[in-house]
């Protein structure tokens, strides 16, 4: 597959949050604050590519010669919560400018689904390591300007005047509908 | 034969991740962070642990 379509069908078409329903949690929770949006959203992106190229790495270089392919999932979301460990401790002591805007958030994406999904998709498609690099990037990125478009919306919707039974998660998830069928639109793309 | 590759990889993963726990706990936090917390009002999501750590000191306050 073209690498620049494939970009493209991650990041809008097969869109992670509007078109799989993948990492919703965050997506509804995280979305309140635009600043919490785009720590979160750099924050996955981050983690999304790094357990992507390992799990990748795993799975075609000890669990297919073995013969263990069944036990990709255990695999990947131990290898998801090693990474996302090893990461906080690597900023930790190499940058603390760093840390103090996404040292927050790490620990909440080790239960981030979209993390598992990147990288289980990837070994289920057979994707190259440069279509692995090229999907995870997209797919992460997607996640992160559903989710800020999504927090300049709720801050909006923050300060309007919103019937009360319609105020909180109501109006996110008609939101987050509507979103979804304007970013189903992109279907033509490509 | 197969069945103890599983086990050897499963058991290596597990203690990957108690150790690299264990090491990231003994990190010391940087100079100015902390007392790094999160914005829990920008967050829906209530069981979370750090949201609970948040609403504990705040309690004891």
């Known amino acids: 597959m073209n690498l620049f379509t494939l970009f493209l069908s991650a990041l809008l078409i097969n869109n992670v949050i509007l078109s799989k329903f993948i990492g919703m949690c965050p997506f509804l929770g995280v979305s309140t604050k635009l600043s919490s949006a785009i720590g979160m959203g750099v924050a996955v992106i981050f983690v999304i590519f790094g357990a992507s190229v390992l799990s990748w790495a795993l799975y075609y270089y000890a669990l297919v010669p073995l013969e263990l392919q069944y036990m990709k999932l255990i695999c990947f979301i131990l290898l998801i919560a090693a990474f996302v460990q090893f990461v906080e401790m690597f900023i930790k002591k190499n940058s603390p400018s760093l840390y103090k805007s996404l040292g927050i958030y790490l620990p909440l994406i080790t239960t981030n689904c979209a993390v598992l999904y990147v990288a289980l998709d990837n070994v289920t498609q057979k994707y190259n390591l440069i279509e692995t690099m ?57 | ?11 290596a993963l597990v203690g990957l991740n108690v150790w690299l726990y264990a090491a990231n706990k003994k990190t010391p936090v940087p100079e100015g962070c902390e007392n790094l917390k999160p914005d829990c009002r920008g967050c829906g999501i209530t069981d979370c642990s750090l949201r609970a750590k948040v609403e504990n000191r705040e309690e004891a306050k």
Do not use: Q
């Open chain 2, 1 to 11: 034969m197969n069945i103890l590759f599983a086990i050897l990889i499963a058991g």
């Open chain 1, 134 to 190: 090229v999907n995870s990037i997209a797919v992460s990125a997607g996640f992160m300007l559903v989710l800020v478009i999504f927090a300049t919306i709720r801050e909006r919707l923050a300060a309007s005047d919103v019937p009360e039974a319609w105020k909180g998660n109501p109006i996110a998830f008609v939101v987050a509908a509507i979103m979804a069928i304007a970013f189903s639109a992109f279907a033509g793309l490509v």
